[in-house]
């Protein structure tokens, strides 16, 4: 995922989204490994408290235990069960898309995305999602994506509706959002 590949589709022909795309029709450079350098963007994300009423967790990270955690990374996901890249446009680093809970017997994973608050409602978290499940029915040979939408989160179930995502189910009391307990709506795709 490193290296920009041409613009084209493995079968030779040229991306019929590419002209229409925000992203300028750069579609195999969006996404790469995570680096040091990618610490500012790291920090950023991961001490945003609007990100923490989304996520798992609710406590700042130290730039130590992000340095620890980008030299940690591996990029077998087999071994370590997840998987983050981080998502590039006009060569400037927005964001990050992850896969986690990846089950190696039913060939699925659980993805989560987020875009600085200056990149978003442009499509580049829509592009990054169709990169991913690209990368995950290539090259990971994952049979299904899911993810869990918090109520209220209208841009990413907006997001997984748009790339094609079937919301399966919603888990009431699932998660903790300003003081009290919300829904998840499940979201599934097969690959």
């Not at 490994?33 to 994300?45: N, Q, R, S, V």
């Not at 300003?178 to 795709?189: C, L, P, S, W």
């Amino acid at each position: 995922m490193n290296k920009k590949a041409p613009s084209t589709s493995p079968k030779g022909e040229s991306p019929k989204r590419a002209e229409s795309s925000p992203l300028g029709g750069i579609r195999r450079g969006l996404l790469r490994a995570l680096e040091p350098e990618d610490l500012p963007l790291l920090y950023t994300i991961e001490n945003d408290p609007e990100m923490w009423d989304v996520g798992a967790t609710a406590t700042p990270y130290s730039r130590h235990a992000l340095r620890h955690h980008i030299q940690a990374m591996g990029a077998d996901i087999t071994e370590s069960g997840e998987l983050r890249f981080v998502i590039e446009y006009a060569g400037q680093p927005v964001g990050l898309i992850d896969l986690t809970n990846y089950d190696a017997r039913a060939l699925r994973a659980e993805v989560s995305i987020a875009v600085l608050r200056e990149y978003r409602g442009q499509g580049i978290g829509l592009e990054a999602l169709r990169l991913l499940e690209e990368h995950c029915r290539r090259y990971l040979r994952l049979h299904q994506l899911y993810a869990l939408v918090p109520e209220g989160n209208a841009a990413s179930l907006s997001l997984f509706r748009s790339a094609g995502f079937t919301p399966v189910f919603d888990i009431p009391d699932w998660h903790f959002s300003n003081g009290k307990y919300i829904k998840a709506t499940f979201f599934q795709k097969i690959l």
